[in-house]
């Protein structure tokens, strides 16, 4: 066998720090191990001093710096500063033939500057925020000052990659005369699968599960509301776990006090990655009604556990998602289209199935090695 090509992989966060984007860069390095042609070191952050310099993930090479860091959960933009100044100086780190960055900043950066020292050509995975505009009221006020980086991050790349065609759309308004390609993210088809005996309940309750970053932008606020407009002989059938954390969560839960919702709604806080498989399995549908998204790995993950999926008809979503044959799409802030959707599958238990038994056949063509093989064509010599 010819010798394995070294990748170098850089990305602030990586498991198992929670993230979707941030498992998909944890997931690709595996994948990329598993084809038997690649070894591959990650540069990543310590979060803040949680997690060990070191370690040995399924077969991948982890180098944490310190970086940083208040909250188990989210970045700030002096946090991510704070990792790129880190991972950017003089290390340890062995030549590779190629670097792969999750997110254009700090990741992207970063890859730049070590592409720069060895004289090897890097990509770049654009994963959403990192795209200007595409979070304007969390970024908003940087996104002007931060365009011209992010071009010469981009202009420099080897390859720039995005997750989805509306992501790509969008980081063209930055980057018009650029060629950014496609591929989406995968889902890991054997942990995500569904209950051995799946449950369909007729008149019975009907567990929605949520799982995301407790933010504004994941649009949990117009799901609260719709849960809220449900007629209460209806309502009261209807359980939704919130799974997930973040700096929304007070304004969350004023809301649902406010609605007289604490009986239908369950805050279940920052649940192991390990654990989320089993919180699917025991749940009758997801729902993820962002007001902006890449292609959210969570959404892909509940598809794959059979689940019936009820998203906004956003950013890459609508590109897996299709409406009425494996999920349900809803306009974004749209509380009343949520609400119908939610209705629709509480008195109609056949159609919960038959959506959630198409959303798994679906996933099977997104499985992680396949994505990596997308990967691999892309990482030839550069031209």
């Known amino acids: 066998m ?6 170098l992989v850089v990305s602030h966060g990586f498991p198992p720090y929670y993230g979707g984007a941030e498992h998909a ?8 191990v598993s084809s038997g042609r690649w070894e591959v070191d990650v540069l990543t952050s310590d979060i803040g001093g949680r997690l060990p310099a070191r370690e040995r993930w399924r077969g991948v090479n982890v180098v944490r710096v310190p970086a940083r860091k208040k909250k188990w959960a989210n970045h700030n933009v002096v946090e991510l500063h704070s990792f790129l100044r880190s991972a950017s100086r003089n290390m340890e780190i062995r030549r590779p033939d190629w670097i792969l960055a999750h997110f254009t900043l700090p990741g992207g950066e970063v890859a730049r500057r070590w592409a720069g020292r060895f004289g090897v050509p890097y990509a770049v995975v654009l994963h959403g925020a990192d795209v200007p505009d595409s979070q304007k009221r969390r970024f908003g006020a940087v996104y002007p000052l931060i365009k011209p980086l992010v071009r010469r991050v981009w202009r420099q790349a080897a390859r720039v990659i995005a997750v989805s065609d509306g992501l790509r759309e969008l980081a063209l ?4 005369e650029g060629r950014i390609e496609v591929v989406p993210n995968g ?38 509301a719709a849960l809220a407009r449900i007629p209460a002989d209806m309502r009261s059938q209807i359980r939704l776990r919130l799974c997930g954390t973040g700096p929304y969560e ?5 809301q649902v006090r406010e609605a007289g919702l604490d009986e239908q709604v369950e805050f279940a806080g920052l649940i192991a990655y390990d654990e989320i498989p089993r919180q699917l399995r025991q749940s009758d549908v997801f729902v993820l009604p962002s007001l902006q998204e890449g292609l959210p790995l969570s959404l892909l993950e509940a598809m794959a556990s059979g689940l019936p999926v009820v998203a906004t008809a956003v950013g890459g979503i609508p590109g897996v998602v299709k409406d009425g044959v494996n999920g349900l799409l809803v306009p974004a802030a749209a509380p009343a289209a949520l609400r119908d959707a939610l209705v629709r599958l509480l008195a109609n238990p056949a159609l919960r199935q038959r959506l959630g038994t198409a959303a798994r056949r679906d996933s099977l063509d997104w499985s992680w090695a396949a994505v990596w093989e997308r990967y691999e064509a892309l990482l030839s010599p550069a031209t």
């Not at 308004?173 to 018009?176: A, K, Q």
């Open 2 to 7: 010819p010798d394995k090509r070294r990748l």
């Open 250 to 254: 007070g304004e969350l839960r004023r």
């Open 173 to 176: 308004r930055t980057w018009p």
């Open 187 to 224: 889902v890991d088809i054997e942990r995500f699968r569904p209950a051995e005996m799946p449950t369909v309940r007729d008149g019975g309750t009907l567990v929605v599960v949520a799982v995301a970053r407790l933010v504004e932008i994941k649009g949990l606020q117009h799901l609260i």
């Open 25 to 32: 860069a944890g997931h690709l390095a595996a994948a990329a």
